[in-house]
Structures are given as C-alpha cells and as structure tokens.
C-alpha cells in the first residue's frame, strides 16, 4: 500500500485528503479553517470512523498543520504504517512557466510566489500552505498540481487576447484557464467509461460548481477553455460575471465613480447567479423559478444562454463533438439545469432522455437518448484524486 496526502490551502484553510493509490480510495479528508481568527475549526473523517470536529485557536498554518497531524494520530488512519510517499498540493496559478505536476523545491516554491501577481488571492496562500506542510513532512517529496497546466496545450490563437503584444508580454497577460485537474480528471474518465480511445474522442466538458467552466478537449488536449487570465471570464458563475465588455469597467468608473478595488469586488463576488436574484445558491435559485419567480427564471436563461453560447463556439473549435460532459456541484446535480443548457441543440444532434436525466444518481452516466449523435454524459468529478495521480506519477 502507498498513500498520497493531498493539499488544497487557501489563506485562512486547507482541505486535505489521504488517499490510498493502489485502490484510489479514500482514507481520510478533513478540513482546517479559520486559520489566524480568535476562534479556529477542524474536522477530520476517516474511513470508518465518526466525524470529529474542534474549536480551537490556530495562529497559522504551522499551527493548522499540527491539528491534522494530532487528529490523525488521534482518530487513524496511522501515518506511519500508511506509506505516506509524497504530498500533492493544488496550485491555481502555475503560468506558462509550469506544463505539468511539478517536484517542489526552493526554485519551484520561489517561482510560484513570483506569479502571485496573476493570482493574488491563491499563490501567496498555496505557498503558506506549502512551507507548513514541508516543515511537518520533510521525508516525501512535495509536488505542485497546477489548475492552469491542463491548459498550457492551447494554441495561441486561443489563448492570445487582441492587445498590445509587447505589453501582453511584459506583463504575462494572456488566457491561462483553470479547473484543469477536474476537465483532465472528467475528460479521461469519459474514454474509459465509453471503452474508447481518448485520442480519438472530441469532448465538452461543463464544470458548472460555485465556479464555472467550460473545457474543448480534442484526443485528450485541452484546445480552448472559458477562463481567461483569471476564473473570472465565461460562464456566468455563482458570484462571478464570466464575461463582459471590458467598457462596462470604464463606464461604471466615470458614471458611477466606483474603485478599481469596487469593480473587482462587483465582478467577482457579487456578480453571476447572486448579482441577478440575490441569491448565489443554484439549489434556491432552481427552487425559486420553480416557484414562479421571474427574476430567478430570467437569472437561469443568461446561465443557460451562455454555455449555449460555448457549446456551439467550441464544436466550431474543435470541427465535431462526439461527447458533452456535465460535472461538477450543479452539472452533477441538476436534471433541470443540464436539460436548460442544452435545450435547442437538438438539431446539432444533441438530445438529452429525460427518462436518464432526470433522476438523481451519484454514479457516471448517459442521459441522452439512444439516438443522439452527441452522447451526453455526467461523470463525478474528482479533484483530489486527479492531483494524488499526478503526483504519484511524477516522483
Ligand atoms: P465549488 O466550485 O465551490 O467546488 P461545487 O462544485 O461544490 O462548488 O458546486 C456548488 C454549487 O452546486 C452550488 O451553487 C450548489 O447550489 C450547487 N448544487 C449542489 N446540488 C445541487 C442541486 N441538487 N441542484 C442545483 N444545484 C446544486
């Protein structure tokens, strides 16, 4: 047996999970949070066990790592007779410096702080998160998993946006995408659950959680995604915009004379689902146009509209479509929102079976009709497993 510990650190938490790679199961996961507050939390499950939870003071990182070792001691699995062989960490910004899961050394560490410039709210957070985790675990090597790797396969055309290029390059401006574990992850597992070449596979996947993209993935590749130089371009997502003429900007700082420091805050947290009906939960608003409430409705035809919109760009960029995968928190979950996004393809050869999409399943599955030229699938997405892979396979 050999166990991948797997790392997602944010600024003020980090999510973990042990995961044994000779059966890809989980072995335990748990969370720290509210790291440096007067109060702190924990949790820890382990296969087999009860839940535990605790509140207690955790300064930093350091101190948050020190909790997961003494619930794991506490409540097992023992890492000691685990086989822990390396820890994987999850990097939402790897540049177009990082092409794929990366060994982590000072070089590699310096280098995922210097492209914190790009992703401001996660790189400085990852690095914390890495440094604590480095100094509990000196023995394994630590790897870096980027969101952006999947992605660095696109061509320039698709990555480039239509500005300065000078200017572009000096200040690394360019699109990088993101969720690339989750498409790479739902992207293989569409072959193997079809029993067909990736390679000769031309593939939609729709990551539609809290955040949302959408991946063209031709033989395995990722080609174009949604996301841009951060998540906050394409989909309309539960906080977020996705896109936008960049003038509403200019036009919302001369008209209404808000910050730059406003506007960010507008397009990121209180935009997309929330922005529209005040409620960024897909599960209320869904509830609500159900109800007969027209702003919500109204809400669900932009989202629905916009990854239409996608769909057909990226049949186009990928000269065909055998699948349309749906993944993630809402695309895993919703009948009602896969069949809003897809209505009207039909005559692209899109049809979803409401017999197959309607009720709730955990598992992969087809939910179009046995005719549908495109087969349209959902497949549980599975983030940590993606990095525990990726780092198994580089060390
Ligand atoms: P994150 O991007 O934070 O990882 P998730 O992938 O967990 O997000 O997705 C969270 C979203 O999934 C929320 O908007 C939630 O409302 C939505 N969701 C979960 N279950 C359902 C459901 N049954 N119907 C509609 N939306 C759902």
Redesign the pocket.
Known sequence: MSAVLVINSGSSSFKYQLIDMATETELASGLVERIGEASGHARHNAAGSDRVEQTLPIPDHTAGFAVMLAAFAATGPQLSTANLVAVGHRVVQGGSIFQGPTVIDDEVLAQISALSDLAPLHNPAHVQGINAARAQFPDVPHVAVFDTSFHQTMPASAYTYAIDTALAAEYGIRRYGAHGSSHKFVSEAVAEFLDRPLAELKTIVLHL???ASACAVDGGVSIDTSMGLTPLQGLVM?TRSGDIDPAVLFHLHRKAGMSIEELDVLLNKKSGMLGMTGN?????V?DAAIAGDAVAQAALDVYYHRIRGYVGNYIAQLGGLDVIVFT???GE??GI?RAGALAGLEFLGIEIDPAKNDPFSRVARVISTDDSKVTVLVIPTNEELEIARQTLAVI
């Open positions: 959680g809290n955040g539960g960024g939960d897909m599960r209320d869904e993630a928190g809402i979950n919703s929102i």
